[in-house]
């Protein structure tokens, strides 16, 4: 356990490998933070996600396939880069494109049966 300091305000937390912390507020031990954390999504996430991900603090997001009508993190908009939002992230694109694209046209061929 180690005691974390914000400001003037001080929290018992416990530390787990990469950053991500959980907090003793409600006893769980759950954790409600990703800081440090990479996630990896087939699709470009929209813009509701991409500011989960800023709530959530992870540290950057691998994607494969760009959304090109609602992507937000380069195809439409760069919410991962707002000046104005207190969290941000580095956002990968292109890992595995043709394995996703793929996947992704087998999954709408299924779907469609």
Do not use: F
């Not at 396939?65 to 694109?93: C, F, I, K, M």
């Amino acid at each position: 356990r180690v005691r974390v300091q914000v400001g003037n305000k001080r929290s018992m937390s416990d530390v787990r490998p990469g950053g991500a912390r959980t907090s003793d507020a409600d006893g769980d031990g759950r954790a409600y933070l990703c800081t440090g954390c990479d996630a990896y999504t087939t699709i470009e996430p929209c813009v509701m996600c991409a500011m989960a991900l800023v709530h959530s603090r992870v540290r950057r997001l691998i994607y494969a396939v760009p959304a090109h009508a609602d992507g937000a993190l380069g195809s439409r908009y760069r919410v991962h880069t707002e000046r104005s939002l207190n969290h941000h992230y580095q956002a990968l694109r292109g890992l595995l494109r043709g394995e996703a694209e793929a996947a992704i046209g087998a999954t709408h061929a299924c779907a469609a049966e």
